[in-house]
């Protein structure tokens, strides 16, 4: 079964950036749209991106569009999630999950896979 891994969380001050990674050792994610998800304490999580298995379509929330870039690089099998210009409220754990591919990117729904989730906490 297909196993997420994300990586590259930590402390970040606020305007600052950070990179998450998201893999699957062992396996190809080239098959699979891949989106980031987080959810802060006492919140829901909610759908922060999404890319295409192709890397041709991507999504962003309306509070992380102009600051996120979601890319893909499929010969590493890795997707990326920067950060930039990172506010207080992005403070959250990331997950990175994977579906088949057929849905649109806007419709954050049908992941089947999720990884364990990475601290993200911006703080000065």
């Known amino acids: 079964q297909l196993q997420l891994v994300e990586s590259g969380g930590g402390l970040v001050q606020p305007g600052g950036s950070l990179r998450l990674s998201c893999a699957a050792p062992g396996f190809t994610l080239d098959y699979y749209d891949i989106g980031w998800f987080r959810q802060a304490p006492g919140k829901e999580r909610e759908g922060v991106s999404c890319i295409s298995s192709s890397g041709g379509r991507t999504n962003y929330a309306d509070s992380v569009k102009g600051r996120f870039t979601i890319s893909r690089d499929n010969a590493e099998n890795t997707v990326y999630l920067q950060i930039d210009s990172a506010k207080y409220e992005d403070t959250a754990v990331y997950y990175c999950?994977?579906?088949?591919?057929?849905?649109?990117?806007?419709?954050?729904?049908?992941?089947?896979?999720w990884g364990q989730g990475t601290q993200v906490t911006v703080s000065s």
């Open positions: 999950a994977a579906r088949p591919p057929g849905r649109p990117c806007s419709r954050y729904g049908g992941y089947d896979y």
